[in-house]
């Protein structure tokens, strides 16, 4: 009956299902008749309409941060000009063509990405999140509206990164808009209130919607200190301001479903940083019932690393939460003398998971009281969100042998068929050399050149991700690209404020590379600084080799390797997180320490002499097949390489966010 209703029925609807904020002062050019800044109108309402009906049951889905690629993915237009605030800034490079980095700077000069995450969790929130709305499921997902976003990350020679506040405007951000509803959550010594605003996820056809509930404690009833809690992701230089994230997140977002009236069945907790929304939905229950609770909850563990367990002390919980909030997190987290989230969240859940196969084993050895329970459901990336034009345009061209990729990713095995024909071996190769030919374009003053080997390092800088490995042995790099052909490095990632080590990285790789300034005419490096998802987008689909260097077993899954992949770009890796299913499918080269069977190890030796070393010898036989591919434009397109990147294409269709949901609906939500 849908064509009964009129546009202005739909818009009436919308506004009765959605209590926007200041509507008709700020919004009413941007919501329409049928649109919603640009976008259609129907799919919001038919979604809203589905999370309030009592038939369906829905999901809710909660996480820290989302990543969700607004920049160029799914781009909503306003009839407001952008803010200044909300467009990308210049980049500053760090190179060792230190001219080029004095007079000139990377402007990628879009919308900035909406600055709710700080890497690969965030992006797989988002990823998912998107794959959920094309595949029309009722998912409401529950996330924290960072008013100054992550950090901005500034190079300063021989001080290193200098985070700087990110500041942004929330209030004409597109697609972004504040509701009326607020919430109270009380606690131990105050209320605390929270806004809520909505950003909507739509499908890559745009015919459904996953709205993404955003809290926001920046508002007149919290005193000055409560309403700063919002403001930062991630900051933990102080407990306290810890403890409230988490139980904003968690108690918050129970609240704000109850206050948006939505029918939620089953509550998916990402990391435990959610899991005060088991604590907010326990509250006032006898023991039975909430044992009967956890049927309603599940729970995805995403990293291995000590860092991401988040431990407090009794006397810090209880300082916040009321006491009988506090026995329940005590009933079920305490871990010798502290309340332990990762516990926590593992004693209230049906389901738990880990994020690849070998994390799977990893958090076996890690919890073994837990074994049978814990399960693997290995991450992958949003191919819609993640896979350039120009892959896009030569999937569609074969459609005849392929299939439509864009609805089933799955059928990427299916270009193993079309490996042998030369036709398809040169539009793989053409596609990614336009990839690469813009990338050189944008880098044009530091003279970057398609026919030049070309290799990146991008993710968070972390210690177990061993950032600087390319690096070790500068000497080594130097004879090699003398020997055999240049090489162009590019390197970025942010190290969290408070990490020193992953300062310490970033320090060491500026010192190398200022001291690479003669090396120029083979060797070319560059650190852009403040890395985000549209740079992302742009390094992932335009370099030959992409590399991933942790050390076993300490990255879960990794997914930035998953990008690349879907256009056809060679990895060089070590074997952890998702290469350990792909290392047999011929994508590239693997190396260096694997760590033996049924040990975790310790994530402070880092391996990094001997893998630098193994690290050289791949990439010394890589830059070979490369040059003998590539032959100052000359192209060998029967050569191994494009077995590689064929190979890669073809890998794709098992770590995409399709495959992924497909096993999250069967496994862990128990919906088929
Ligand atoms: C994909 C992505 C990551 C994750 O990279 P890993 O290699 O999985 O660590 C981090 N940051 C950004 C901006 C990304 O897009």
Not at 1 to 21: I, N, P, R, W, Y
Not at 196 to 202: A, P, R, T
Request: net charge neutral; with cysteine.
């Amino acid at each position: 009956m849908e064509g009964c209703v009129t546009q202005q029925q739909l818009l009436a609807e919308f506004l009765s299902l959605v209590k926007v904020d200041a509507f008709e002062e700020r919004y009413s050019g941007d919501i329409g008749d049928a649109t919603y800044f640009g976008l259609p109108l129907s799919s919001i309402v038919e979604a809203e309409r589905r999370l309030i009906s009592p038939k369906d049951k829905c999901l809710a889905y909660f996480s820290m941060e989302y990543g969700l690629a607004t920049s160029f993915y799914n781009k909503f237009t306003s009839a407001r000009p952008i803010d200044p605030k909300n467009k990308s800034q210049e980049q500053e490079i760090f190179s060792n063509c230190r001219l080029a980095d004095y007079y000139f700077s990377l402007n990628l000069r879009s919308l900035v990405d909406l600055p709710i995450y700080s890497g690969g969790l965030g992006v797989l929130a988002g990823d998912t999140v998107k794959t959920m709305a094309d595949y029309k499921l009722p998912v409401v997902a529950i996330g924290i509206l960072w008013n100054t976003g992550y950090f901005r990350q500034k190079f300063w020679f021989k001080y290193g990164q200098m985070p700087e506040r990110m500041t942004w405007d929330l209030t004409s951000y597109p697609g972004l808009i504040p509701l009326k509803n607020k919430v109270k959550i009380s606690l131990r010594n105050e209320d605390l209130y929270l806004r809520l605003w909505k950003y909507y996820v739509y499908s890559y056809k745009h015919d459904a919607v996953v709205p993404l509930v955003l809290l926001d404690a920046n508002v007149e009833e919290n005193n000055e200190k409560i309403r700063h809690l919002t403001d930062q992701l991630y900051r933990s230089d102080d407990v306290w301001i810890k403890i409230m994230q988490r139980v904003i997140l968690g108690m918050g977002g129970v609240a704000a479903l109850r206050e948006l009236g939505y029918n939620v069945n089953l509550f998916h907790l990402n990391e435990g940083h959610a899991v005060f929304a088991f604590v907010e939905k326990a509250r006032g229950l006898q023991r039975a019932e909430v044992d009967a609770l956890k049927k309603h909850f599940v729970y995805t563990c995403h990293t291995p690393v000590e860092a991401g367990h988040d431990r407090f002390s009794p006397e810090d919980l209880s300082r916040v939460v009321r006491k009988e909030d506090f026995e329940i997190c005590e009933t079920f987290g305490k871990d010798k003398g502290s309340i332990n989230l990762t516990l926590l969240s593992m004693n209230i859940a049906s389901r738990i998971n880990a994020v690849a196969l070998n994390h799977g084993k990893v958090m076996q050895l890690q919890f073994p009281r837990y074994k049978e329970q814990i399960q693997h459901v290995t991450n992958g990336v949003h191919p819609h969100t993640w896979m350039s034009d120009r892959f896009k345009g030569v999937f569609e061209k074969y459609a005849a042998d392929l299939g439509d990729i864009k609805a089933n990713p799955m059928a990427l095995t299916k270009v193993d068929g079309l490996r042998d024909k030369a036709d398809f071996r040169r539009e793989v190769w053409q596609a990614h050399q336009q990839n690469k030919i813009d990338l050189c374009n944008l880098l044009e003053k530091w003279k970057f050149s398609p026919d030049i080997f070309t290799i990146c390092w991008a993710r968070r800088v972390a210690m177990y991700k061993r950032p600087s490995m390319i690096l070790q042995d500068v000497k080594k790099l130097i004879s090699l690209a003398k020997k055999i052909g240049p090489i162009q490095i590019i390197f970025a990632g942010k190290a969290h404020p408070s990490d020193n080590l992953g300062f310490t990285f970033i320090n060491d790789m500026l010192d190398k590379v200022d001291g690479l300034v003669d090396a120029y005419d083979y060797l070319k490096i560059m650190m852009p600084e403040n890395y985000e998802i549209s740079l992302a987008r742009i390094l992932t689909s335009s370099v030959d080799v992409w590399l991933n260097n942790p050390l076993p077993p300490f990255e879960a899954s990794g997914t930035s390797g998953m990008k690349a992949i879907l256009n056809g770009v060679v990895q060089i890796s070590t074997l952890d997180g998702w290469v350990v299913e792909a290392a047999d499918k011929g994508i590239g080269k693997i190396f260096g320490y694997v760590n033996p069977e049924g040990v975790v190890g310790d994530e402070r030796d880092l391996h990094m002499v001997d893998d630098a070393k193994q690290l050289y010898a791949a990439l010394e036989e890589m830059v070979k097949l490369y040059y003998e591919t590539n032959n100052k434009g000359q192209i060998d397109f029967s050569s191994k390489w494009l077995d590689y990147m064929i190979n890669c294409l073809i890998a794709g269709a098992n770590f995409n966010t399709y495959r992924m949901l497909d096993q999250y609906k069967k496994n862990i939500w128990g919906i088929v």
